[in-house]
């Protein structure tokens, strides 16, 4: 079934291309902003790898580098979602959107999302407070209220810590010691084992800090700074699980669904 609504959504991470799976399969018409290099790691389920390739495919469903936005409606009329670099938003929010989506995961206070952005905004996570800088709230820190939606309130601060898969939290995520080039030595979905040598930013060498599976890798050949999230290894050792939607992501976009579908 078809709707009416249109509905932009700020990122197209893998969290945001969560939410924006599970909208798309309850048919709404959709369009995804992206920054000019793309920051995500989980490419193999995100959007935003469209924005290097020209198209992605999250699931069952393809996402489209469009340059030009006026060829959005050739896109919808394949039933595909289109993809624009638009760092700041403006060429989305020109469409007039019924519902902005603000998931960038940026984990703090956001001042370029307003509440006359949309009929209604949505804000993912810390950095948003209902009735301020967005119309509704979803949690996103793992735990009790994860994917549940505040129409008053502001979402839980940033821990800083990963939530933990398998006993795993800090060792799995691997940030960049340096800046520089980078240069991974392994592909998503790849299985390593602790120690061994994974990835080069220049000439320093980063090693895993745990054996599992490779979930999650920077885009090959860009430059990252100190401290940058870049690679992530899961310990369950699933490979599966690199190529489909997450659990958060599912739990998120179900959180979406829901205020969508009480403001409508």
Same mark, same amino acid.
């Given at each position: 079934?078809?709707?009416?609504? #249109? ?24 369009? @995804?902003?992206? #920054? ?7 490419? &193999?389920?995100?959007?935003? %790898? ?6 992605? +495919?999250? *699931? ?19 039933? +595909? ?32 999302? =307003? ?7 949505? /804000? ?7 009735? $301020?800088?967005? =119309? ?7 735990? =009790? ?6 129409? %008053?309130?502001?979402? $839980? ?6 939530? &933990?898969?398998? /006993? *795993? ?5 691997? +940030? ?6 980078? +240069? ?20 320093? $060498? ?21 401290? #940058?999230?870049? @690679? ?28 969508? #579908? &009480?403001?409508?």
């Amino acid at each position: 079934m078809k709707r009416e609504q #249109l509905i932009a959504i700020k990122g197209a991470g893998d969290l945001a291309s969560g939410i924006a799976l599970r909208l798309w399969r309850s048919g709404y018409r959709i369009i @995804m902003s992206e #920054l000019p290099v793309p920051l995500c790691i989980r490419r &193999t389920i995100a959007f935003s %790898s469209a924005v290097f390739d020209g198209s992605a +495919k999250v *699931e069952n469903a393809e996402g489209i580098l469009v340059q030009d936005i006026n060829n959005i409606n050739d896109v919808w009329g394949e039933n +595909k979602l289109p993809i624009i670099v638009d760092e700041n938003a403006e060429r989305i929010l020109s469409l007039k959107p019924d519902v902005l989506i603000d998931a960038r995961i940026i984990k703090s206070w956001r001042d370029d999302t =307003h509440l006359d952005d949309a009929s209604l905004v949505i /804000g993912l996570g810390p950095g948003f407070t209902a009735g $301020e800088n967005a =119309h509704c709230v979803i949690e996103t820190n793992r735990g =009790h209220n994860m994917g549940r939606v505040f129409w %008053s309130g502001a979402a $839980e601060p940033d821990t800083g810590i990963p939530g &933990t898969i398998k /006993g *795993e939290g800090l060792r799995r995520v691997i +940030k960049a010691p340096c800046g520089g080039i980078f +240069k991974p030595l392994v592909e998503i979905g790849d299985e390593v084992e602790e120690g061994e040598l994974i990835a080069r930013i220049d000439e320093t $060498e980063i090693r895993a800090q745990l054996s599992g599976i490779v979930r999650g890798i920077i885009y090959p050949g860009i430059t990252v700074w100190e401290k #940058l999230k870049i @690679m992530d290894i899961d310990p369950r050792g699933n490979r599966n699980h690199c190529f489909t939607v997450s659990d958060k992501a599912t739990a998120l976009g179900g959180g979406v669904l829901e205020a969508i #579908l &009480t403001k409508f």
